[in-house]
């Protein structure tokens, strides 16, 4: 069976998240695990009362089990509850280790980098499993309609295509923007062939940015009107574009729409 992990860390403030995610599992016929992760640092076991206060909000946590279980029931799907607690992007990339996806929230900036999306991008890369990130004003609608895969022929992007390779299957629509065809590019992975002998039929649309590549993917995500952005992640040194900026960062901070990473 597909196993989906949905992290969840405020509930009252996930309903996009949470739509979304049981939609997909409904559309992928998968068992949905909802992981609230206590995190453990430093500023809290510093407290006179540290201990404490972590076994209060793994008791509070604990206790949201009946809620997710009425979630599960009421989206028809199969579903449990795990609480667990330690170092964010450890707990997150050890338990994906038995998933095939993990979905989280992609909150607005400047929130963005500073908390979730990053914490979760860092678990890509130390767990490398792929992520869905969902805005958290996405309206809910069929998880998987129109499906955009951002292609530029590497290695990253390749793992990303076939990380999203159930998802590409369950589409209504999927389309490659091609990025390989300007002077210049890398020799690129056969992609169109493979796509095909794996049965998905795609329209591809040659691409070539002229300024920021983020910017413009996202350009042409916004014009196509899709549903779903697949995109490799960190295609750079992962240390240079945490710090100069890169596609990836650039939908961390700005997509609008669900966005699919892979390491």
């Not at 695990?33 to 640092?41: Q, Y």
């Not at 292609?151 to 999927?174: K, Q, T, Y």
């Not at 920021?212 to 916004?222: C, K, P, Q, S, T």
């Amino acid at each position: 069976m597909t196993e989906l992990i949905v992290t969840v860390a405020e509930p009252e403030r996930e309903a996009p998240l949470l739509d979304y995610a049981f939609s997909l599992a409904r559309q992928w016929h998968a068992w949905v695990t909802g992981l609230c992760v206590i995190p453990i640092d430093a500023v809290v076991m510093a407290l006179p009362d540290g201990a404490g206060i972590l076994a209060a909000e793994q008791r509070d946590a604990l206790a949201d089990e009946a809620w997710w279980q009425q979630r599960c029931k009421a989206a028809a799907v199969g579903g449990s509850w795990e609480v667990v607690c330690g170092v964010y992007r450890k707990v997150v990339a050890e338990r994906a280790s038995l998933a095939d996806l993990v979905i989280g929230r992609l909150p607005g900036w400047p929130v963005s980098l500073q908390d979730a999306s990053r914490r979760l991008a860092e678990s890509l890369v130390h767990g490398g499993c792929p992520i869905i990130l969902v805005p958290d004003d996405w309206v809910a609608r069929p998880a998987i309609g129109h499906v955009l895969l951002a292609w530029n022929g590497s290695a990253p992007a390749a793992r990303a295509a076939r990380a999203a390779l159930p998802l590409l299957r369950m589409a209504d629509r999927v389309t490659v923007l091609d990025g390989t065809h300007r002077p210049g590019a890398r020799i690129a992975a056969p992609l169109r062939e493979w796509l095909a002998r794996q049965g998905v039929p795609c329209e591809w649309r040659p691409f070539e940015a002229r300024g920021d590549v983020g910017e413009a993917i996202h350009h042409e995500a916004a014009g196509l009107g899709v549903d779903l952005l697949v995109q490799g992640a960190w295609g750079r040194r992962r240390a240079s574009e945490r710090l100069l900026g890169g596609a990836t960062r650039h939908s961390l901070r700005h997509s609008r729409l669900p966005l699919l990473l892979a390491p």
